[in-house]
T-cell receptor, first 116, second 115 residues
Framework: AQSVAQPEDQVNVAEGNPLTVKCTYS??????LFWYVQYPNRGLQFLLKYITGDNLVKGSYGFEAEFNKSQTSFHLKKPSALVSDSALYFCAVRVPGYSSASKIIFGSGTRLSIRP | NAGVTQTPKFRVLKTGQSMTLLCAQDMNHEYMYWYRQDPGMGLRLIHYSVGEGTTAKGEVPDGYNVSRLKKQNFLLGLESAAPSQTSVYFC??????????????FGPGTRLTVL
């Protein structure tokens, strides 16, 4: 079955330290991958996406993500965490080869907590 | 430019009651979506629309109906609410369908409780 996994429900990082939020996927073909962030009582906001090309994608607020085809991963990273980065992060994958919105699959989310 | 707006923000229903959630976007997007968000389950697609007058089922369509009479509006209806429909509902829109590679823009959500 095609799926997206975010193996950590919560990630805790001290401010100023690097952070990683993990995402792995299981789809056939070449997927399109996305990261979204959700702040409290708000809708999801787009951070970055990988469609094709350079495996390292840079996005909003200093975040970046690396597409690793061999490990089927798309981990979100930031070199130096800020308290304001504390939020819920969702990985999503668009399953290739389908002309249907139902083939956009979201992970279960990872809550990122940055302590001062 | 308000983006994607949702009405209402909160609602409490009794089992069996009906209601309609309204989503509006002012970005002239072709595609609109309704998701529900439940703890530990991410977002699940309920219904979506690829243009005015068209709708299609998503992953979890049962118990919901939708309509897209105007391009800018996408309505989600619950005919007979059940406690299992307690959730946070998000509307989203995106500018085009090809490959679904475009970013989705999300509304702020509607928190629905069914007693």
């Amino acid at each position: 079955a095609q799926s997206v996994a975010q193996p950590e429900d919560q990630v805790n990082v001290a401010e100023g330290n690097p952070l990683t939020v993990k995402c792995t996927y299981s789809v056939s073909g070449n997927p399109y991958l996305f990261w979204y962030v959700q702040y409290p009582n708000r809708g999801l906001q787009f951070l970055l996406k990988y469609i094709t090309g350079d495996n390292l994608v840079k996005g909003s607020y200093g975040f970046e993500a690396e597409f690793n085809k061999s490990q089927t991963s798309f981990h979100l990273k930031k070199p130096s965490a800020l308290v304001s980065d504390s939020a819920l992060y969702f990985c999503a994958v668009r399953v290739p080869g389908y002309s249907s919105a139902s083939k956009i699959i979201f992970g279960s989310g990872t809550r990122l907590s940055i302590r001062p | 430019n308000a983006g994607v707006t949702q009405t209402p923000k909160f609602r409490v229903l009794k089992t069996g009651q009906s209601m309609t959630l309204l989503c509006a976007q002012d970005m002239n997007h072709e595609y609109m979506y309704w998701y529900r968000q439940d703890p530990g389950m991410g977002l699940r697609l309920i219904h979506y629309s690829v243009g005015e007058g068209t709708t299609a089922k998503g992953e979890v369509p049962d118990g919901y109906n939708v309509s897209r009479l105007k391009k800018q509006n996408f309505l989600l209806g619950l005919e007979s609410a059940a406690p299992s429909q307690t959730s946070v509902y998000f509307c989203a829109s995106s500018p085009r369908l090809a490959g679904y590679t475009d970013t989705q823009y999300f509304g702020p959500g509607t928190r629905l409780t069914v007693l």
